[in-house]
């Protein structure tokens, strides 16, 4: 929970928003949260630990005394944020119709601060949305749906995952799990699409598309997989490299936008004919900063522990620190690392290492070499910055 939590607070845009609030008299989770990174920002204690929050914002199916899944958690707690808000954005909204009879038109038009295209805090900040198109094989009909994400689960593609001893894993670039995400997948044999059009099952091909990009754009690296010849979690420990800048590959407004459902067989039969580099020629490259990286320290899903890197990606200069191996978020955040010996001319660090109460200044090289340095340290889970 601290990893994604300090993420959380290292994501500027969002800490800003979330601190601005007005919550007087409000008992809710984002109050809790507004009051967590109040304390990280403003607090002068060393360390904090976040106990009601914790017993606010845990899965109910988490087990105690056992280690848990921080993307789940995450996930859990980004939709709990956007569901309370949108809740309350619903309520306000009955209680200000309530009084529609009462008050004359021309003066209700500004009852309620959240129309039909308002969003939450958590969809301004992290949501995206993700296109899946399906072709059937025989008759070319495309059948599309679009969801909305505040994460995308990155596998690692088969062939390069290596099950031999951990020191000799192959290298996996973030890319390539880009690339895996997105290829093109043949659904057949017992995995046959129902092609609503034929009315039976046919052989398809699933693409997916990323329509509308977030302002922090977080992937899950998804290294814990099933093992069904053992019947058992199992971790895998690929090193992964990250890319300091990455362009997320966003379509633009294509014919593929619109429904083809109801189209002839001609323009359907046009649309299945793109290939893959046709449909690139469509996309826009957005590029992103990365922001912070959370890290799962452990042999196997049931074991070890998390810790993250952060950056706030708008630091420029800060007050030196005291010389400590601990120092306040809030110190580190802003503050700018002591100007000694040949660093004082070289550019400050901006990258932090947050392992619970611990929080020092670390290098950008020291990022980005977390899989070497330790076979059992793993890149587990992105944020990243949207670049204007």
């Not at 008299?25 to 304390?39: D, E, H, R, V, Y």
């Not at 002068?44 to 899944?69: G, H, M, V």
């Not at 490299?241 to 189209?263: F, K, M, N, W």
Request: charged share 20%.
């Amino acid at each position: 929970m601290n990893s994604v939590l300090q993420s959380l607070f290292m994501a500027k845009d969002f800490r800003s928003r979330v601190l601005s609030l007005n919550l007087k008299g409000c008992n809710s989770l984002m109050k809790k949260l507004q009051k967590l990174f109040n304390i990280l920002a403003y607090s002068k204690r060393e360390a904090y630990t976040p106990l009601t929050f914790f017993i606010a914002s845990r899965p109910p199916w988490f087990s105690s005394f056992s280690q848990e899944d921080s993307s789940e958690y995450l996930r859990f707690l980004l939709n709990s944020l956007h569901e309370e808000e949108r809740i309350q954005f619903l309520s306000s909204e009955t209680a200000a119709n309530a009084l529609v009879t009462e008050v004359p038109p021309q003066q209700s038009s500004q009852s309620t601060s959240w129309g039909k295209d308002e969003k939450t805090i958590i969809q301004h900040m992290f949501e995206g949305k993700l296109q899946t198109n399906i072709c059937c094989q025989t008759c070319k009909n495309i059948s599309q749906k679009t969801e909305a994400f505040t994460d995308l689960s990155l596998g690692f593609p088969p062939s390069l995952i290596d099950t031999g001893k951990k020191e000799h894993q192959k290298t996996v670039s973030v890319n390539d799990m880009f690339s895996h995400f997105l290829a093109p997948e043949i659904l057949d044999g017992d995995n046959c699409y129902q092609c609503g059009n034929c009315a039976s099952l046919q052989k398809a091909e699933k693409t997916m598309q990323i329509m509308e990009e977030p302002e922090y754009l977080i992937l899950n690296l998804l290294r814990f997989s099933y093992d069904p010849e053992h019947q058992v979690k199992r971790k895998i420990f690929n090193p992964v490299s990250i890319p300091q800048i990455l362009r997320l590959p966003v379509e633009r407004s294509t014919s593929l936008d619109t429904d083809l459902s109801g189209a002839g067989e001609n323009k359907a039969n046009e649309q299945a004919s793109v290939g893959i580099e046709d449909r690139r020629s469509t996309q826009r490259r957005v590029p992103y900063a990365l922001n912070s990286v959370v890290v799962h320290s452990g042999a196997t899903p049931e074991s070890g522990h998390y810790y993250c890197y952060a950056r706030d990606i708008s630091l420029r200069s800060v007050k030196p620190v005291k010389s400590s191996s601990n120092m306040s978020l809030v110190q580190a955040a802003g503050g700018e690392m002591p100007t000694s010996g040949s660093e004082s001319s070289q550019k400050p660090k901006q990258w932090l290492f947050l392992n619970d109460s611990r929080v020092t200044f670390t290098s950008q090289r020291h990022v980005l070499n977390t899989s070497l340095r330790s076979p059992e340290d793993s890149v587990y889970i992105l944020f990243y910055k949207k670049l204007s």
